[in-house]
Nanobody, 123 residues
Framework: QVQLVESGGGLVQAGGSLRLSCAAS????????MGWFRQAPGKEREFVAAISWSGGNTIYAESVKGRFTISRDDAKNTVYLQMNTLKPEDTAVYYC????????????????WGQGTQVTVSS
């Protein structure tokens, strides 16, 4: 069982930056693929970024490529999402997700989810 707790959300002006963190419980974090998803009001949850359990591979949604960076620190059981050049359309609740020795862009690939952190980008 893995518990995930996101933090770092908030209100930021367009063009600004935020760094989200997702702290995971458990001693096998290094064997979990991790992903970030987001859900805006009235919209379906969508993929943002993912990182393999080795940390050697990452993938991004086209809408965030070049602006967002996913990374992980296995010593701290934490995955990060650095978000730069934020746009109003990035406003959403951001969720991290974990899967044992799996990763990808589909929500069904993940077994564990955090409660989410709100990101609001004002224009």
């Amino acid at each position: 069982q893995v518990q995930l707790v996101e933090s770092g959300g908030g209100l930021v002006q367009a063009g600004g930056s935020l760094r989200l963190s997702c702290a995971a419980s458990g001693r096998t974090f290094s064997s979990y693929g991790m992903g970030w998803f987001r859900q805006a009001p009235g919209k379906e949850r969508e993929f943002v970024a993912a990182i393999s359990w080795s940390g050697g591979n990452t993938i991004y949604a086209e809408s965030v490529k070049g602006r967002f960076t996913i990374s992980r620190d296995d010593a701290k059981n934490t995955v990060y999402l650095q978000m730069n050049t934020l746009k109003p359309e990035d406003t959403a609740v951001y969720y991290c997700a974990a899967a044992p020795r799996r990763w990808g862009s589909a929500a069904y690939q993940y077994d564990y989810w955090g409660q989410g952190t709100q990101v609001t980008v004002s224009s």
